[in-house]
């Protein structure tokens, strides 16, 4: 096999992950399943799976590894640094180890790859392209950069300097739809996917809402400052139209409770009315009290 057909077929099965990525996210959504990922795409009549139990993987059709992976419990403890670029632990701690190696050769010729992070057990947050941008054998770790989808063609006109801000930026991002997917994730399980109000449950007309607003200081993204509701009950509660008291009783305003308008007015609001709010199972996951009590003078105060 030459070079140039090698690389002719490893653009080829990169590109074509990307497209059956794109396609998946376009149908479900950018946190995806992992027996759809452990399953794959055909190419070529053949499968290609995008994930393995280790965490740097590679395809027997290709020469250097296709994908990386971060799993929600896994042994590896991937973070971000000051620049929000992530660091991505080594396989092992010999950085001879040929996944390592692997990483390190796309890292010196520029090959774009799959990032997987774990939001919650067995979802995973699909991001692509992304680079491998340094190397670390001291802390065991490479640095990686994500890029915008439409520059996977390396243009060697452009300044590497634009490069790097651009994928600081995008990497940046990245981390921020991180902490949001893992929040929403964690929020659906606890409330079993449905209304914490009305107990709708179509996952694709929920939202993960936040009790605290995630652009204050206390509104962290943790599970007892969530709340899962409906579209319209979000659109409520975030207008202060609906509120929920400390000792877990929904509220609606006086002036709200006065009017006359149509059946979903009236059944889908008045009559939540001193209702009690549907609670997750496990009370390690109930909205903390004093979340609901700041959030609640602000719902008596508007």
Not at 41 to 50: A, D, N, Q, S, V
Not at 204 to 233: F, M, T, Y
Request: hydrophobic share 35%; proline share 6%.
């Amino acid at each position: 096999m030459g070079v140039s057909f090698y690389m002719t077929l490893d653009k080829q099965i990169r590109l074509a992950a990307f497209n059956w990525l794109s396609d998946q996210v376009e149908k479900h959504g950018d946190v995806l399943n992992r027996d759809k990922l452990r399953q794959g795409f055909e190419f070529k009549g053949t499968r290609i799976p995008l994930v393995s139990p280790q965490g740097i993987f590679k395809p027997k059709q290709l020469d250097l590894p296709l994908t990386i992976t971060t799993s929600p419990k896994g042994p590896y403890k991937d973070s971000f640094d000051e620049n929000d670029f992530l660091l991505y632990k080594y396989r092992g701690t010999n950085p001879m180890h040929r996944d390592n190696i692997g990483l390190r050769k796309c890292m010196q010729k520029e090959i774009p790859l799959i990032y997987f992070h774990g939001v919650v057990p067995s979802k995973y947050l699909a991001v692509w392209p992304v680079y491998i941008i340094g190397d670390n054998p001291n802390t065991l770790t490479f640095k990686v950069a994500a890029d915008n989808q439409y520059e996977i063609e390396y243009d060697e006109n452009k300044l590497k300097e634009e490069n790097n801000y651009r994928r600081a930026y995008i990497t940046s991002t990245v981390k921020r739809r991180l902490h949001q997917r893992g929040f929403r994730e964690r929020v659906m399980a606890a409330y079993q996917s449905q209304c914490a109000f009305c107990q709708l449950k179509h996952a694709e007309l929920l939202d993960a809402a936040h009790i605290i607003p995630d652009n204050e200081d206390k509104g962290v993204p943790s599970v007892n400052n969530g709340l899962a509701l409906c579209k319209i009950h979000h659109a409520a509660f975030d207008q202060h139209i609906i509120g929920v008291s400390p000792d877990y009783q929904i509220k609606v305003k006086d002036n709200v409770l006065r009017e006359k308008d149509g059946p979903m007015l009236k059944h889908g609001i008045q009559e939540l009315q001193d209702q009690k709010l549907i609670l997750p199972k496990s009370k390690k996951a109930w909205p903390k009290q004093e979340f609901l009590e700041v959030r609640y003078q602000e719902f008596q105060n508007t």
